[in-house]
């Protein structure tokens, strides 16, 4: 099972971007998804989650209202739309695989994970 993470780059404050994780090697339109970021020094922090149907979606308070998880299981992708971007999101975005059909915020229910795409949001 490979994730693949995409659209990460540098953006102003106010700014958007769109990040997309593509899976391939097994098919994950049962199956939890969700976004994380690490920021240098940090610990790794749930950012959005999305359930197997795309019925509920979690996301940290931080990002509520700014950001937008989705999925299309027909392609198998999951995105994150994030807008008003801040200098504090700035981070590594991480997207995972969950074998489990919701799993919200637990790191530790992510089994599968993609390589990370850098955010940077200048102030």
């Known amino acids: 099972v490979q994730l693949q993470a995409s659209g990460g780059g540098l953006v102003r404050a106010g700014g958007s971007l769109r990040l997309s994780c593509a899976v391939s090697g097994r098919t994950f339109s049962r199956n939890a998804m969700g976004w994380f970021r690490q920021a240098p020094g940090k610990e790794r922090e749930f950012v959005a989650g999305i359930s197997g149907s795309g019925a509920s979606t979690d996301y940290a308070d931080s990002v509520k209202g700014r950001f937008t998880i989705s999925r299309d299981n027909a392609k198998n992708t999951v995105s994150l739309q994030m807008n008003t971007l801040k200098p504090e999101d700035t981070a590594a975005y991480y997207c995972?695989?969950?074998?489990?059909?919701?799993?919200?915020?637990?790191?530790?229910?992510?089994?599968?994970w993609g390589q990370g795409t850098q955010v940077t949001v200048s102030s």
């Open positions: 995972a695989a969950s074998p489990l059909v919701y799993v919200g915020s637990r790191l530790s229910g992510y089994t599968y």
